[in-house]
């Protein structure tokens, strides 16, 4: 993929995330994904890890609907209810196995009051580019 992770001089070196990352393409934007299945019901209720994965394998069909992959995620936005520092692990152990080896996209965690649905916990947007298809 044609995307630049930067590391920019005189910021600390980021963890689980790029400070940074540029590309060009088409801009495929995700709304927050939660955790419905797909016939709308809330899986893992009270349960952050099961949400997170959840979320993330929404995230992944969204961006797949978009002709997208994982790859091309430049950022994302996690909101969770509640946050408390403890909670950072679960979702980033859950996070890194859906990005895999791919450089991870430049990314905010944002605690919130409350999502749509009190049994919600966390939420993820997201922002790829896909690079559009070589002319010939």
């Known amino acids: 993929m044609g995307h630049q992770h930067l ?5 600390a070196p980021p963890r689980g995330y790029s400070h940074v990352v ?3 393409g088409r801009q495929v934007f995700i709304a927050g994904q939660v955790a419905f299945d797909a016939e709308g019901r809330v899986v893992g209720a009270g349960d952050l890890r099961a949400q997170t994965e959840q979320v993330f394998k929404n995230l992944g069909v969204a961006l797949g609907a978009a002709g997208a992959r994982i790859e091309d ?3 994302t936005t996690i ?5 408390q520092p403890e909670q ?10 859906f990005y895999g080896l791919a450089q991870p996209p ?7 009051q409350a999502l749509v649905l009190p049994e919600l916990l966390i939420e993820v947007e ?3 580019l896909v690079e559009p298809p070589e002319t010939a």
């Open 88 to 97: 950072r692990a679960v979702i980033a152990e859950v996070r890194s196995r």
């Open 7 to 11: 590391q920019p001089a005189g910021l």
């Open 126 to 128: 997201a922002i790829a």
């Open 106 to 112: 430049a990314s905010t965690l944002v605690g919130v």
């Open 79 to 83: 909101f969770v209810v509640n946050y």
């Open 22 to 24: 540029s590309g060009r």
């Open 73 to 75: 995620v430049v950022k």
